[in-house]
C-alpha cells in the first residue's frame, strides 16, 4: 500500500507488516515499542507480551542467503533443527520437538502460515522469497493456539500489497549450479491493494568441507508463488485473501544409510481469507479467517539393503508412500475493550484436517514380500475450541496482568488404510483444558520485566493409536491405543532494556513435558518397537538473550555516514534432563542443543537506500553440543550397531560473510560465502563424509556418511521497477 492511512484497521495491519528490526539478522527497531501480533491475535509492543518472542523481520530475511525457511530460522539460532536432507527438517525448542523426517502433522512445536495451522510442522519446503516477516513466541505462552503449542509457535507471515515493493526482480547463482530466481510486485490505492509474487531455484549434489568429497543425491528443486488481494471496504471493514504455494522437488533423501538412490517431493499450499471490522468508538472489534491448506509429502524411496536385527539383507527397489493431508478450517476471534485499561478476547476454532496414504513397494530377489501398510494411518479429525484471554492495565499502564484458558475437544476417527490387516475401526475422542497467566512491569521507562506460566498438550494421531508399518530401512512400529496426550507446562522470567545505543533481553524459563509419546524397542535383535507413553518427565532450563549494540554510538565514534552494529541471539540449557532414559550412558535430552548462538557485526555506508550505500556483514552460527540415539550403523566400539548408545556431538561453529551494494536506484548488487572456513560438520549425523568413514559399509546404500555443504560461494543482484 504506498497510500497515506489514518483509520485504526489499516494502521493495525501497517503495524503488523511494516514495523522492522528482530532479533537474529535485523535488529535496529526499538525492543521496548516493536510491534507483535502472534501471542494476543492483536498488534502489541513485544516488551508488554508475558512471554519471550522472537522476530525476523524482512529486512533480516533481505540481508539472508537462506534458501528456505530452515535455513532462516536456523541462522538465527532459533533452536535445534536437524536438517535430515534439504527437503526434511525437525525442530526443537525449549525441549519439545517436530517428527525426525518431515512425517509430522502434529508435533510438540506448531508451525503457522498467516496465523493458521501450516500443515506438516516441516518447515525445509517452504521458500523464503514471499515471506514478510516470522514471529516466534518461545513456549505453550498463549491460549489462542491448541494442540502442539508446547515448545512454540513458529508464525509465517506472508506479504501483501501493504508491506511489498512496487516490482522486484531477484537472479543469483552460486556453488554446485545453484540458481535462485523471484519476481514481485503490488500496488493499490485507498480501496483496494494487490501482490504477486513467484520464485524458484536449484541445486546440483553439492560437496562437503575439507576431507570430504561430492555428496550423490544432495541436489533439489523449488518452485512456488503467492497472491494477496485486499479490499478496504469503509473505514471499519477490510477483506483480504491470500493465496500461495510451496514445493521442493526431487530433493535426495540421503538419510542415515547415506541412501544415494531415494527422492522426495513435497509441496505446501493454502487459501485465506480473513474479514476484519471495528465499531466507530473502537470498543468492539472483530477477526473471522476462513483456510483451506492442501500439505503432500511423496516419498521415491528405495533401500537395497536393510538391517534385521544385525543381519544386512536384501531390501526393495522402490518404495513409494504418497501422503495427502487436507485442512479447512475457521476462526472468530471478537475483541471487547470492556472499561479502562481492559481488553477481552475471545475465541473460536474449528478445523477438519483429513489424511490419506497410499504405498506400494517392489521387492528385491530375496527381500520383503508382499505389500505393507503405508507411513501413516489414514484419518479424519475434527476439532473445535473455545477460549478467551483477558488484560488489565494499572498503575498508569505500567502494570499489565492477562490471563486466559481454552476448551479444546476432538475426534479422530480411523479411516480404512490399505495393507493394514490389524485396523482398528471406529474413533477416539478427547478434551483438553490449557490455561495461561502472566504479567509485565515497565519498572522503568528502559526497562520492562516479565513473568509467565502456562501449559500445552499435544493429542495422539491415528498412526500412533492404531499403525502397524515397516519403514523403509525394514523397521516395524505398532501403535497403542491406550496412549493419553503429551502435556507440559512453563514457567519463565524475563526483562527487556533498552538503552540509546543498545538493548538487550534475557528470559530464565523451566519447561517440563509430561506422558510424551515414544517408540519402546522390543528387543537389540527384533528391529520392532511400539508406541508408549513415557512416565517420566522431560525438563529443560534455561537461560535466553538476545542484544543489539549500535557500535558507534556506544563507543562514540565519529562514522559520518558510515554505521556500525552488532548483534547476538542465543541460549543455554543448563538442565536438559530426560528422567525416562533408558541408556545408561546419558539421560540427556536428544537431538536438543546445550548451547547455540547467532552472533554478527555488520559494517556500512547509508541505509542502502542510495548509489553508494554498501555493508559488509560478517556472521557466525556456533551450534552447541548434541545428543543422538543415531540410527546409523558404525564402526565404532560404543554399542554400535546393535544396542543404544546415546552420541555426543561437539559443539562447532559455522562463518559466513556477505556484502551488498546499490549501483543505483534499481539496482542492488551482493555476494557471499556460507561456511567460510570450509568446515566438515553436520548438525545430526555421526558418521561424515571423510575417510576413513566410520558408517558400517554392510548396511549402507551407496554413500558412506553425510556432511553438510562446504564452502558455498553466491553471486546475485535485485532490481526494482
Known sequence: MKNTISHPVRLAVLALLSFSGGEGMAQEADALTEIFVTATARPEERSRIAATTQVIDRAAIERSTAKSVTDLL???????????????????IRGATSDGQGRDYKGQVLVLVNGRRAGTANISKLSANEVERIEIVRGPASVIYGSQNMGGVINIIMKSGYSAPPTQAGLSVGSWGGVQANAQTSGGNDRVDWYFGVSGGQRDDYESGKGGGKLANTGWERRG?????????????RVELKLRTDGIYNAGFRGSGANTI???????????LTYERRTA???????AQIYSVADEDEFKWASPVVRSGTRATPGTASD??????????????PRFKLGQGNDLLLGYDWERSRLRSERFRV?????????????????????SALYFEDSQKFFDDRVIVRGGARRTSGRTSFDFTPNLPLQRSGSQSYDETTWSTGATWRALDVLNLRTGISTGFRAPTSTELGSDFTAVGGGRSFGNPNLKAESNRQIEFGGTLQMPAWSLDMALFQNTISDRIITVSRGPTTNTSDYANNAADIVVRGLEASANVDLAKALNLSTGAYNLHAYANGYYNFTMRDRGATALDTDRVQRMYRYEG????????????????????????????MWYDTEEALLIPQGEPSSTFIHRKG???????????????????????????????????IALDQKPCIAEPRFQNGGCGTSMPGRELQVGMQVTF
Open 651 to 685: 559443539a562447532f561453529t559455522v562463518w559466513n560473510l556477505r556484502g551488498d551494494y546499490r549501483i543505483n536506484q534499481r539496482v542492488k548488487m551482493f555476494a557471499a560465502v556460507n561456511n567460510l572456513f570450509d568446515l566438515n560438520r553436520s548438525p545430526i549425523f
Open 262 to 272: 531415494s527422492k522426495d517431493d513435497r509441496t505446501n499450499a493454502s487459501a485465506d
Open 281 to 287: 468508538d473502537d470498543r468492539t472489534s472483530w477477526m
Open 320 to 333: 513409494y508412500n504418497d501422503r495427502k493431508l487436507d485442512i479447512v478450517g475457521t476462526r472468530l476471534q
Open 598 to 625: 547467532s552472533l554478527g557485526l555488520r559494517y556500512g555506508r547509508g541505509a542502502g537506500a542510495l548509489p553508494g550505500d554498501w555493508t559488509l556483514q560478517l556472521g557466525a552460527l556456533l551450534r552447541g553440543p
Open 225 to 237: 508463488f503467492a497472491g494477496a488481494l485486499g479490499f478496504q471496504v469503509d473505514d471499519l471493514n
Open 74 to 92: 536456523a541462522e538465527n539460532a532459533v533452536g535445534f533443527f536437524s536438517e535430515w536432507t534439504a527437503a526434511q527438517t525437525s525442530i526443537n
Open 363 to 383: 521387492a528385491l530377489p530375496g527381500g520383503p514380500a508382499g505389500q505393507v501398510a503405508p507411513y501413516d494411518n489414514n484419518q479424519t479429525e475434527h476439532v
